[in-house]
């Protein structure tokens, strides 16, 4: 009986998912073996061809190029942001409850709006980065029309909007740490610095671990932006891969090849699923 | 004396990167209250004014795209509830032939969320003649790998002895779920509810593909059209548009902060 009413149960939602992540996910594969139908010719078996144009696309290895940038750019910076927040609002500060809402906050709003307000920060002359930049002598720059510029401009958005997200962890993981620690380095007279570098950090590992492998899922579902910012531009400069597979889909209308863009994303998202597993089963071992 | 000096300038240091963290949305509201020209240019006692807001309000459609917000967001979580209820039950209390590789392939979702594929998802609906609906929007969400995996866990925790008490009554195994299961994972329904809410009150891509009229539209993908450069709305226009779209989820995080920081931090633990 059992068995009847646990699949009963189950039912609705498996075939949901089932049309809506596994199909689709299969029938991705299968469509990047296939030509693109048009009305004239219809789509066709090619086998790898697909595969040996998307190796042969320098947009492919520049967006590919552009995400590996986005990622080691933005992740380090803002676990080591996130890390400080962490440690600043686990401490007896004034106003503690508003600093960490202030860090918070970025979390809670829609990238659409975040990208909205930033974009006039980016505007030359008149943005707050030129007139920060102004106030040491900088040049005006069009942060987002420069090729070697707007990556980074775009990342630092992106840092601004995710430290505040990976705080909380380091928040909760802080607070879970044995207070009798604390005690004893200040009996042993450990200087704050000592303390951090050689007890707390290495305490917080399974969190940087943790938050590390969640952050770099992020950084290849992280596109929303690029929609008011840049459009990818310029010359694809600041495109991801999402964003990419977007293009291909919507504005080439090349579906055969944005699958296969897609299968791209999915072999990188399954290999961090697996290191991620990985990583939960260690922890289990530490205990 | 040395820790007194460091302690005020550790706390001028935290003050410094709050205040950093949020100029942007303070500058959007200096922008959003005062008059275009003044966008630029600081002056504590520069007029005050709201007819940004009723720009904003006539140049989008954004009382439709409230609408279509509130119904998605609506639609999506009540879907979530009663799905990701009785899967979690499914996968809690019956040891059901192939649970643990069911339970696996849902898990996959996890990884693979729905706007990763964007492509074959749009031929599916417009094979389902879902495109352009607030059907379409929500549906390849409403059976949440996250949601069932939550409740899944929280399930797990009830005592079997309130179970079988409730069936010596003479609860039916719907009958247990609803009166012994639901009522205790109060919290963890709070926290998954405000995850989804904020999720998809700010979900943009796939909104974006699916729908193609401002009768579907949802806020984001307004937000966007009104927001893009080559609209030629001015920035004061454009940022009380944007704080408008935000409004609602922003007042609910300052009332309920310590609930939202939470809720998000079960999210991300999973």
């Not at chain 1, 646990?6 to 992540?21: E, N, S």
């Not at chain 1, 705080?167 to 879970?176: D, E, K, P, S, T």
């Not at chain 2, 300052?254 to 939470?262: A, E, G, T, V």
Request: aromatic letters at 16%; charged letters at 10%; glycine letters at 6%.
């Amino acid at each position: 009986m059992k068995h009847v009413y646990g699949w009963l149960l189950l039912t609705p939602a498996a075939i949901l998912l089932i049309g809506f992540t596994h199909y689709p996910a299969i029938a991705t594969l299968v469509d990047s073996f296939f030509s693109t139908g048009t009305a004239v010719r219809p789509s066709r078996f090619v086998g790898l061809e697909n595969y040996a144009a998307l190796l042969d696309d320098p947009i492919f290895w520049q967006v590919f190029r552009n995400n590996a940038w986005f990622a080691l750019g933005t992740i380090p910076t803002a676990i080591v942001i996130a890390m400080v927040m962490a440690l600043w609002v686990n401490e007896k500060l004034p106003a503690r409850a508003l600093v960490r809402m202030a860090y918070f906050t970025p979390t809670v709003l829609p990238m659409i709006a975040v990208a909205n307000l930033w974009l006039f920060f980016y505007t030359p002359q008149i943005g707050m980065f030129d007139q920060v930049g102004a106030l040491f002598g900088a040049p005006s720059r069009n942060w987002l029309g420069d090729p070697n510029l707007v990556l980074p401009a775009t990342m630092v958005m992106v840092v601004w909007k995710e430290a505040g997200f990976f705080m909380i962890f380091y928040l909760a993981a802080l607070q879970n740490l044995p207070p009798e620690l604390q005690e004893a380095a200040k009996i042993e007279g450990a200087s704050r610095w000592y303390f951090f570098r050689r007890v707390t950090f290495p305490l917080l590992m399974p969190t940087t671990l943790f938050v590390l492998v969640n952050a770099t899922i992020n950084s290849f579902k992280l596109v929303d932006h690029l929609f008011i910012l840049t459009k990818g531009g310029p010359d694809n400069a600041s495109s991801l891969l999402l964003y990419y597979v977007y293009q291909v889909a919507f504005s080439f209308f090349d579906t055969a090849y944005a699958a296969t863009l897609t299968v791209v994303l999915l072999v990188l998202l399954a290999l961090l699923a697996v290191v991620q597993f990985l990583l939960i089963e260690k922890r289990v071992h530490y205990r | 004396m040395r820790l007194r000096t460091g302690f005020v300038l550790e706390t001028g240091a935290a003050w410094l990167l709050a205040l950093l963290w949020l100029s942007p949305l303070l500058y959007a509201f200096w922008a959003a209250f005062h008059p275009p020209e003044l966008a630029t240019h600081f002056d504590l006692f520069a007029p005050l004014t709201l007819s940004n807001f009723a720009k904003a309000w006539t140049y989008a459609p954004f009382p439709r795209h409230f609408l279509n917000t509130i119904m998605l967001v609506t639609m999506i979580l009540s879907a979530q509830l009663v799905l990701c209820t009785l899967a979690g039950y499914a996968f809690a209390r019956f040891e059901f032939f192939g649970s643990n590789v069911a339970f696996g392939l849902v898990l996959v979702q996890l990884m693979v969320m729905p706007e990763v594929l964007i492509v074959e998802n749009y031929r599916i609906m417009a094979r389902l003649g879902l495109v352009d609906t607030i059907l379409g929007i929500g549906l390849p969400y409403m059976a949440s790998a996250f949601g069932i995996f939550l409740l899944r866990q929280t399930f797990k925790t009830v005592p079997r002895e309130l179970e079988e008490a409730a069936r010596v009554e003479g609860c039916g195994f719907l009958g247990v779920l609803w009166r012994v299961y639901v009522p205790l994972a109060r919290p963890t329904y709070l926290a998954y509810g405000l995850v989804s809410v904020s999720y998809h009150w700010n979900n943009f891509l796939w909104p974006l593909v699916v729908t193609n009229s401002v009768e579907t539209r949802p806020l984001t993908v307004g937000l966007a059209i009104f927001g893009a450069p080559e609209s030629g709305v001015d920035w004061a226009v454009i940022s009380a548009g944007t704080i408008m779209a935000v409004a609602p989820l922003l007042v609910a995080f300052l009332l309920f902060q310590r609930q939202f920081m939470q809720s998000f931090m079960q999210a991300g633990i999973k």
